[in-house]
Protein backbone atom coordinates (compact mmCIF):
# COMPACT_ATOMS: atom_id res chain seq x y z
CA UNK A 1 0.00 0.00 0.00
CA UNK A 2 2.93 2.90 0.62
CA UNK A 3 3.90 2.01 -2.66
CA UNK A 4 0.72 1.74 -4.55
CA UNK A 5 0.59 5.72 -1.80
CA UNK A 6 4.20 6.65 -3.18
CA UNK A 7 3.09 6.16 -7.11
CA UNK A 8 0.14 8.03 -6.69
CA UNK A 9 1.61 10.63 -5.16
CA UNK A 10 4.38 11.15 -7.53
CA UNK A 11 2.02 10.72 -10.61
CA UNK A 12 -0.08 13.80 -8.41
CA UNK A 13 2.56 15.54 -8.03
CA UNK A 14 4.07 15.22 -11.59
CA UNK A 15 0.92 15.94 -13.17
CA UNK A 16 0.24 19.29 -10.59
CA UNK A 17 4.27 20.59 -11.80
CA UNK A 18 3.07 19.97 -15.26
CA UNK A 19 0.07 22.12 -14.70
CA UNK A 20 1.90 24.85 -13.23
CA UNK A 21 5.14 24.94 -15.57
CA UNK A 22 2.33 24.54 -18.47
CA UNK A 23 0.79 27.87 -16.75
CA UNK A 24 4.03 29.68 -16.36
CA UNK A 25 5.09 28.75 -19.64
CA UNK A 26 1.58 30.29 -21.08
CA UNK A 27 1.72 33.65 -18.90
CA UNK A 28 5.61 34.07 -20.45
CA UNK A 29 4.16 33.51 -23.91
CA UNK A 30 1.11 35.83 -23.48
CA UNK A 31 3.35 38.48 -21.89
CA UNK A 32 5.67 38.21 -24.94
CA UNK A 33 2.44 38.40 -27.27
CA UNK A 34 1.51 41.64 -25.38
CA UNK A 35 4.97 43.14 -25.62
CA UNK A 36 4.72 42.48 -29.26
CA UNK A 37 1.61 44.31 -29.89
CA UNK A 38 2.56 47.28 -27.98
CA UNK A 39 5.43 47.88 -30.33
CA UNK A 40 2.79 47.06 -33.14
CA UNK A 41 1.18 49.53 -32.00
CA UNK A 42 3.99 52.14 -31.84
CA UNK A 43 4.99 51.09 -35.65
CA UNK A 44 1.00 51.88 -37.07
CA UNK A 45 1.40 55.07 -35.08
CA UNK A 46 4.47 56.62 -36.25
CA UNK A 47 3.75 55.23 -39.97
CA UNK A 48 0.35 57.38 -39.78
CA UNK A 49 2.03 60.15 -38.64
CA UNK A 50 4.92 59.61 -41.48
CA UNK A 51 2.25 59.43 -44.31
CA UNK A 52 0.05 62.54 -42.73
CA UNK A 53 3.52 64.30 -42.79
CA UNK A 54 3.84 63.38 -46.34
CA UNK A 55 0.53 64.01 -46.93
CA UNK A 56 0.78 67.61 -46.02
CA UNK A 57 4.26 68.35 -48.04
CA UNK A 58 2.19 67.00 -50.91
CA UNK A 59 -0.84 69.71 -49.96
CA UNK A 60 1.73 72.32 -49.63
CA UNK A 61 3.74 71.49 -52.84
CA UNK A 62 0.16 71.45 -54.29
CA UNK A 63 -0.73 75.09 -53.42
CA UNK A 64 2.84 76.51 -54.22
CA UNK A 65 2.36 74.92 -57.69
CA UNK A 66 -1.30 76.36 -58.23
CA UNK A 67 -0.38 79.63 -56.51
CA UNK A 68 2.77 80.29 -58.81
CA UNK A 69 0.87 79.08 -61.83
CA UNK A 70 -1.71 81.97 -60.82
CA UNK A 71 0.80 84.81 -60.20
CA UNK A 72 1.86 83.42 -63.77
CA UNK A 73 -1.25 83.36 -65.28
CA UNK A 74 -1.90 87.30 -63.96
CA UNK A 75 1.74 88.28 -65.55
CA UNK A 76 0.25 87.20 -68.72
CA UNK A 77 -2.37 88.74 -68.77
CA UNK A 78 -0.93 91.82 -67.51
CA UNK A 79 1.24 91.69 -70.98
CA UNK A 80 -2.29 90.82 -73.02
CA UNK A 81 -3.39 93.92 -71.88
CA UNK A 82 -0.68 95.42 -73.66
CA UNK A 83 -0.81 94.26 -76.52
CA UNK A 84 -4.61 94.71 -76.93
CA UNK A 85 -5.58 90.99 -77.47
CA UNK A 86 -8.99 91.02 -75.90
CA UNK A 87 -10.66 87.71 -77.01
CA UNK A 88 -7.31 85.77 -75.64
CA UNK A 89 -7.99 87.49 -72.04
CA UNK A 90 -11.45 86.45 -71.77
CA UNK A 91 -10.29 82.95 -71.62
CA UNK A 92 -6.95 83.78 -69.95
CA UNK A 93 -9.88 85.02 -67.02
CA UNK A 94 -11.84 82.30 -66.52
CA UNK A 95 -8.67 80.00 -66.40
CA UNK A 96 -7.68 82.12 -63.45
CA UNK A 97 -10.77 82.07 -61.75
CA UNK A 98 -10.40 78.24 -61.99
CA UNK A 99 -7.29 78.20 -60.90
CA UNK A 100 -8.09 80.72 -57.60
CA UNK A 101 -11.35 78.65 -57.16
CA UNK A 102 -9.26 75.55 -56.99
CA UNK A 103 -6.55 77.50 -54.44
CA UNK A 104 -9.42 78.66 -52.21
CA UNK A 105 -11.26 75.45 -51.97
CA UNK A 106 -8.49 72.55 -52.02
CA UNK A 107 -6.10 74.25 -49.73
CA UNK A 108 -7.19 75.02 -46.26
CA UNK A 109 -4.30 75.94 -44.46
CA UNK A 110 -4.71 78.65 -46.05
CA UNK A 111 -5.47 81.65 -43.54
CA UNK A 112 -8.68 83.27 -43.30
CA UNK A 113 -6.95 86.84 -44.86
CA UNK A 114 -5.48 85.20 -47.26
CA UNK A 115 -8.64 83.41 -48.18
CA UNK A 116 -10.11 86.46 -48.30
CA UNK A 117 -7.35 87.56 -50.49
CA UNK A 118 -8.24 85.08 -52.99
CA UNK A 119 -12.03 85.20 -52.75
CA UNK A 120 -11.65 89.47 -53.42
CA UNK A 121 -9.37 88.29 -56.63
CA UNK A 122 -12.23 85.59 -57.59
CA UNK A 123 -14.84 88.65 -57.60
CA UNK A 124 -12.55 91.19 -59.10
CA UNK A 125 -11.59 89.05 -62.07
CA UNK A 126 -15.53 88.41 -62.66
CA UNK A 127 -16.17 91.90 -62.69
CA UNK A 128 -13.10 92.51 -65.25
CA UNK A 129 -14.19 89.35 -67.34
CA UNK A 130 -17.74 91.33 -67.53
CA UNK A 131 -16.95 94.19 -68.24
CA UNK A 132 -14.72 93.26 -71.17
CA UNK A 133 -17.62 91.27 -72.55
CA UNK A 134 -19.93 93.60 -72.80
CA UNK A 135 -17.28 96.30 -74.05
CA UNK A 136 -16.40 94.35 -77.19
CA UNK A 137 -20.13 93.42 -77.60
CA UNK A 138 -20.86 96.63 -77.81
CA UNK A 139 -17.71 97.61 -79.75
CA UNK A 140 -16.44 99.86 -77.21
CA UNK A 141 -12.61 99.98 -76.78
CA UNK A 142 -12.07 98.29 -73.00
CA UNK A 143 -11.35 100.51 -69.85
CA UNK A 144 -7.98 102.15 -69.29
CA UNK A 145 -5.28 98.95 -69.60
CA UNK A 146 -3.14 101.07 -66.88
CA UNK A 147 -6.15 100.47 -64.59
CA UNK A 148 -6.79 96.83 -64.87
CA UNK A 149 -3.68 96.47 -64.86
CA UNK A 150 -3.06 97.82 -61.72
CA UNK A 151 -5.61 96.40 -60.43
CA UNK A 152 -3.89 92.91 -61.69
CA UNK A 153 -0.46 94.16 -60.17
CA UNK A 154 -2.18 94.33 -56.53
CA UNK A 155 -3.63 90.83 -56.79
CA UNK A 156 -0.36 89.40 -58.04
CA UNK A 157 1.62 90.94 -55.04
CA UNK A 158 -1.29 89.75 -52.97
CA UNK A 159 -0.72 85.87 -54.34
CA UNK A 160 2.87 86.34 -54.02
CA UNK A 161 2.82 86.62 -50.37
CA UNK A 162 0.29 83.99 -50.03
CA UNK A 163 3.33 82.38 -51.67
CA UNK A 164 5.46 83.93 -49.26
CA UNK A 165 3.50 82.59 -46.64
CA UNK A 166 3.47 78.92 -48.35
CA UNK A 167 7.18 78.98 -48.44
CA UNK A 168 8.13 79.53 -44.80
CA UNK A 169 7.91 76.26 -42.74
CA UNK A 170 5.40 75.56 -40.24
CA UNK A 171 6.24 76.66 -36.45
Known sequence: MTETLRLAFNDWFLGDLSSVVGLVISLFGFGITIIGIRKAKSAAKQAESAANQVKESIVKLNSLSDVSAAIAVIDEIRRLHKTGSWEIILDRYSALK???????????KLSPENQGAVQNAIEKLSEME??????????????????????????????????????????
Not at 99 to 108: C, E, G, N, Y
Open 98 to 108: RMLITVRHTHS
Open 130 to 171: ANLERALEGGKKPGSVSKMNKVLSEHADKMHKILVELKSPVE
